[in-house]
Every structure is written in C-alpha cells, then in structure tokens.
C-alpha cells in the first residue's frame, strides 16, 4: 500500500541551524518539499572523487586477486596524500601523452629529411648563412639551379621530391614548398620520447596503487555524497532574522517518532494535511512479504505509483509471474532457472527479494512446462508416464498423445490468453471503480461502461480469432451500452456539477470512440502470450531436430554443441520477451485501465546514506 504523508514544518533558531540539521539527517525522516542546489565545492569534490575513481579502473588489479588494500579503508589523512599523488599521476600522464603524440608527429614530420641538427642550422643563421628548405618540382629545381642570384644547394629527394637548401628565401613566383625547421632533430625527439615513456610507466605504478583502495574510494565517495545532501539541505532551508525552517513530508505512521524527537531536540514543529493541488507529494510503498518480491522489477523499470495513484504490486506480481510462465512456456528453462536461483543462495549464503522472486518465477515456468508438456521442447518427454500424467490434455503442446488435434490445443491456449488479459482489464476497472467511489467520483460509472465494454471486446476476440459461437448482436449492444455510459460519465469529477461533467464527457466523445478502438486492440494484445510461447517453442524444437540430424558417431560432439548453444540462445530471447511483451501487459494494459501513469516521486528522505545513491 502506499503511505499516507503528511506536511511538516519544522523550525528552530538560527543559532541551532546546524543542531536541527543533524538532527533531521540522523532522524531520517523528513522527505525535503524542496531542495535546493548543494554549495558548489560539495558537488565538485563528489564529481571529482567518482572521476579519479572511473578513471582509475584502467589500473585496477584483477577482481580474483585479493589484497589487503583493496579492502582496506584509509583515514582520511591517507586517503588525502593518496588521491593528490594519484590526480598528479593522471594529470602528469596526460600531459606526457600529449607530449608522445606530438613528439612521435613531429617524427614523422621531418623523418624522410634525414638525421641533422636543427641548433647547427640556427647558429650557421647567426653567422649570416640564413638557410631555408624547399620542396621543388623538377622543372622548377633546375630554373633556381641556373639562376645565379639564388644561392642554392642541391639536396637528397625527400619522398621522390626535389630539395634544396636556400640562403634566404625564394622568390613568390617559384612554386615551392618551404620545410619549417624543428626545435629539435630527431635524436633527440626519440630520446624524449623515451624519457617520456619511463616517466609515464613512474605514473602508471602510481596509479596501479591507488587504483587497490576501491573500497576508500567509495567511502570518500558516500562521504561526498552526504557532504553534498548536508549542503544541499542547509541551501534549502528559509529563514529571518531570527529563526530557520524547512518544510517537507513525513509518512503519517513515523509521525509519533518525529514528535519524539522534536521535543527531545526542542524544535518547534507544525502538522498539515497533503494538499489536494499538490503535485510533488513523494510515495513510499509498503509492501508485505508477498508484494516485497515484485520491488526489484520496480527498481530495474524506474517505475513507481504517484501519490494518489493505486498500488497494484500484487496483481502485478501475480500476472507477472504467470506472463513469464507462458512466455517462457518451457519447464527445462524453469529447471535451468531454479538452479541458477539455488547455485546463487549457496553462494551469497541468503535468499535476497530478487533471488526469492527468480525461485518463484522459476516455480511458475516449471508448473506452466508441466501443464502444456513442454520440457526443452522434447516430444519425447511424452513418453515419460509421470510427466505425461502431470500434462493437461487441452493445453498439450503435443495434443496428439492425448487425441486432440494442434488446432484444439491451440485454440485453447488462445481462448486461455484471451481469457486472462479479460480478467486482468477487468480487474483494473474494478480497482478503478473503487477508488473513486471512496473519493465520491460519479466517474466510477464510465469505468462500470468499460467493464462492460471489456467483456464484448473479449467475446469479440474469440468470435474473430477462434470462431466462438457467441451472438454477435448483444455484443455490439454491450459496446454501445459501454459507449455510453464512458460518454455520458467520463468527464465527471469531484467538485464538477453534473451538466460540467457532462459537457465535458460529450466533448471527448470522439476520443472515446478512439479508446473503444483501443480497448479491443488491447485485448487482442494478449495473444502475445500464446505467440511468444509457441515461437519459443518451435525454435526449441528446431535446434533439436537439427541436433537430431548429427547425432550419429564422431558427429555427436556436434550434435551436443548445438542444443545447447540453442537453447542457450532461446533462453536468452524468452527472457527478452518477457521484458518487451510480459512487463508492457501489466504496466500499460492493466495500468491503463486502472487509471495509474506511474507518476510517482520516491520517498528520499535527508539522511545519512550508507551506500551511494546514483
């Protein structure tokens, strides 16, 4: 369920500003209504920290390897010498990067002219010979050869072009290329660059050291971090002349723990209600032992409630988990599933919440295996009498063991599909019906429209995809019965007067029309859930048969490498299918029935965090 809140206000004087700080940040509880940007050197010395760190993973030692340092946490003394030398090691190799590159250009600049002395050629310039180079085309080399103003040495080609050396400078008019002098020959640019390489291995020794204190970075890094919530709180807070505020929301049931606290801390203190036109109420969701495991998929999506939205963590969990059982549709991938969970208890020696869900989505695939007699898409598992008795003859994926026919089993698990995306579409109505009539929103009965409209949608479907001998014309009633009534309600709402709703209801009836269209799409979505099993299964069945076709002497080897590389591969895309395909029923289908966006701001209440917080 999601938390009531409550608006707090909590003030002391300016004296004890930083009393009430630390007071509120050991007290965890207060979610600040606004926060403000941190001082600038707190999110600097953060960003910088996570910078070096990043940076630093070049130099890290290998993860197997353990060494005391790498676990190690420096005081704050050590950590400070260690981080200068390591930001100067950085910065030092950068520059002698730099220095290589432009070293190893000028290399290449001034190779083909051959190993000379630029410092012989500026002295020779202080004695009056002004030297200048060129690259002439033939016919030009042989023009300033015969001319007897120019002073001109003839020189070795350089890559197959004419040189010369000029004392001063040629006229404008002789096409040539002039060769700028280096600084430096080329001697003493591989001796720099050597230099250079010895001073950049210094460096990396400095950096593969530091790099071994992972675990002092990152508590320097939280450190940071609540450095910069600290600085960020204290911008945030209001105040006068004599007194300073923050304001902010507490969950109504910490509320008893807050008052403690400000009286022990003697602050002054008020309590309000949420107001309704408040937008940035954050939510925290309380869930039970069974709701917890649904937690995880909510903080890999980034999805959560808004305040006033519906928690749906359970029915979420529950057609989630039978979702990733049809889509998986194999109960050897629920095997292979079940013993990654167990190998992972056994090696982190608990079963976390995201561990317990993968044992209980692992569970669902196996019993949906056993129920359609799907085992690593195996026909001979039919054959096996105990998994042929756990097979429910309707839902077989081989219905010819049973008497049936591939098109009665498939029209089966299609009808079944349908019949679950009806169940869910209506549950969202019904939980939307709930709510309002709680909030006394006469638009609860265009929710009852789209209950009723869901349920013709549903017959519809099978009529048109199965041939259901349903009566087509009560169906079209239901619709427009739902029509109606989604026009004639849809636009009421707490505070409106019933001719205001209707006007507005009327307003949208066109794009009601369009949502009618809509509601029949998505129930038709649901047959993803049969498509995406079936595909999962034929691919299956395909690496078995091609597997199937080597199986004979010597070639058994590659017999065995293609199942499992094959199922392998199909494991992976069935996981991916219930990302694209299992998650979007449930967070679009159902969420859109219910009326809930997925608005919600987080509850983050001013504390002092214990590991650091993207």
């Not at 004392?167 to 002789?174: E, F, N, R, Y």
């Not at 309000?272 to 495991?293: G, H, Q």
């Not at 001979?380 to 049936?404: C, H, I, Q, R, S």
């Not at 169906?475 to 006007?503: C, N, T, Y």
Request: proline letters at 3%.
């Amino acid at each position: 369920m999601i938390e009531k809140m409550k608006m707090v206000h909590v003030v002391t004087t300016v004296s004890h500003k930083n009393e009430m700080l630390d007071g509120l940040r050991n007290l965890g509880l207060l979610h600040l209504a606004e926060k403000k940007s941190a001082d600038r050197k707190a999110i600097e010395k953060f960003n910088d920290l996570s910078k070096i760190s990043s940076r630093l993973l070049d130099y890290a030692p290998d993860k197997k390897e353990k060494t005391a340092s790498k676990t190690a946490i420096l005081s704050d003394a050590a950590f400070s010498k260690m981080y200068a030398e390591a930001k100067e090691a950085l910065d030092k190799k950068d520059r002698l990067s730099q220095d290589i590159s432009l070293a190893v250009t000028e290399i290449e600049r001034i190779e083909a002219w051959g190993n000379f002395s630029p410092a012989s050629v500026k002295e020779l310039a202080k004695l009056g010979y002004d030297l200048h180079f060129y690259r002439v085309g033939k016919t030009e080399c042989e023009q300033i050869m015969q001319d007897e103003s120019i002073k001109a040495i003839r020189l070795a080609s350089v890559e197959k072009a004419d040189t010369l050396a000029v004392i001063g400078k040629l006229p404008m008019t002789i096409p040539a290329t002039e060769f700028t002098l280096p600084e430096r020959g080329l001697e003493e640019l591989r001796t720099d660059i050597d230099t250079y390489n010895k001073e950049q291995a210094e460096c990396i020794d400095v950096l593969k050291n530091a790099a071994q204190y992972e675990s002092s970075f990152q508590d320097q890094m939280l450190k940071a971090q609540n450095e910069e919530n600290y600085s960020s709180a204290s911008e945030t807070m209001e105040k006068d002349d004599q007194l300073v505020w923050l304001s902010g929301y507490i969950p109504e049931v910490d509320l008893d723990t807050f008052k403690q606290a400000a009286v022990a801390n003697r602050w002054a203190y008020a309590v309000d209600d949420v107001s309704d036109e408040d937008e940035a109420i954050p939510t925290k969701l309380r869930f039970n032992k069974v709701t917890k495991l649904i937690s995880p998929l909510y903080s890999v999506l980034g999805i959560l409630p808004g305040y006033r939205e519906t928690d749906i963590s359970l029915w979420f969990l529950m057609f989630f988990t039978l979702f990733f059982a049809m889509i998986m549709g194999d109960g050897g991938y629920g095997l292979i599933l079940l013993i990654g969970a167990i190998l992972l208890a056994m090696k982190t020696k608990k079963v976390d919440t995201p561990t317990f869900l993968l044992f209980v989505l692992s569970i669902g695939t196996i019993l949906w295996g056993a129920v359609t007699g799907t085992w690593f898409g195996m026909e001979a598992a039919m054959k096996v009498p105990f998994l042929k008795a756990l097979t429910l003859p309707g839902f077989a994926n081989y219905p010819e063991y049973f008497g049936l026919t591939s098109t009665m089993q498939q029209n089966n698990i299609m009808k079944f599909s349908f019949t679950m995306g009806a169940i869910q579409m209506e549950l969202g109505s019904l939980l939307a019906v709930k709510k309002k009539l709680a909030a006394k929103d006469l638009s609860f009965v265009s929710d009852i429209g789209w209950m009723i409209s869901i349920v013709a949608m549903y017959l519809l479907s099978l009529y048109l995809v199965i041939g259901q001998n349903v009566m087509i014309t009560p169906i079209f009633i239901a619709i427009l019965i739902g029509f109606v009534l989604v026009v004639l309600f849809g636009g009421m709402g707490p505070g409106k007067s019933f001719s205001e709703g209707l006007k507005a209801g009327l307003g949208d009836s066109f794009t009601t029309f369009l949502n009618t269209i809509s509601c029949f799409g998505n129930v038709m979505s649901y047959i993803r859930l049969f498509a995406v099993g079936m595909a999962g299964l034929a691919i299956a069945q395909s690496f078995n048969n091609m597997a199937a076709g080597l199986a004979h002497g010597p070639m058994m080897i590659f017999a065995i490498i293609v199942v499992v590389i094959g199922h392998v591969l199909n494991l992976v895309m069935c996981i991916l299918s219930v990302v694209v395909h299992g998650v979007r029923l449930n967070v679009l289908e159902f969420s859109g029935q219910v009326g809930l966006e997925w608005t919600g701001i987080a509850y983050d209440p001013f504390k002092m965090n214990d590991k650091i917080k993207n």
